[in-house]
């Protein structure tokens, strides 16, 4: 089993940047590709981004490319959300997770492994 908690989430106003972490520990974080989902107020779960095993590949949903970066640092069991030109839609609680499903997966049915989230709120 790997754990996995969430931090960096806060109240920012539009046009801020925020970085979340995922730290990780049990099982080797190394051994996960590992995703970003979001979930705001009265809306399912989302997806945002996934990276595979080694951090060599990334997949984002459309509509967030090129505001959201992910990244992930093995030597330190950590994965990251780089988040740019923040905007009030962005408000949610975001989730980092970790996947069965090689090289990276999209679909939250293939995660096995959750953080308990971290909060954005974006003002404007």
């Known amino acids: 089993q790997v754990q996995l908690v969430e931090s960096g989430g806060g109240l920012v106003e539009a046009g801020g940047s925020l970085r979340l972490s995922c730290a990780a520990s049990?099982?080797?974080?190394?051994?996960?590709?590992m995703g970003w989902f979001r979930q705001a107020p009265g809306n399912e779960r989302e997806f945002v981004a996934a990276?595979?095993?080694?951090?060599?590949?990334?997949y984002y949903r459309d509509s967030l490319k090129g505001r959201f970066t992910i990244s992930r640092d093995n030597t330190k069991n950590t994965l990251y959300l780089q988040i740019t030109s923040l905007k009030p839609e962005d408000t949610a609680v975001h989730y980092c997770?970790?996947?069965?499903?090689?090289?990276?997966?999209?679909?939250?049915?293939?995660?096995?492994?959750w953080g308990q989230g971290t909060q954005v709120t974006v003002s404007l």
């Open positions: 997770a970790a996947s069965r499903r090689a090289p990276y997966s999209v679909t939250e049915y293939e995660y096995d492994y």
């Open positions: 990276i595979n095993r080694y951090g060599g590949t990334t």
């Open positions: 049990g099982r080797a974080f190394g051994s996960y590709p």
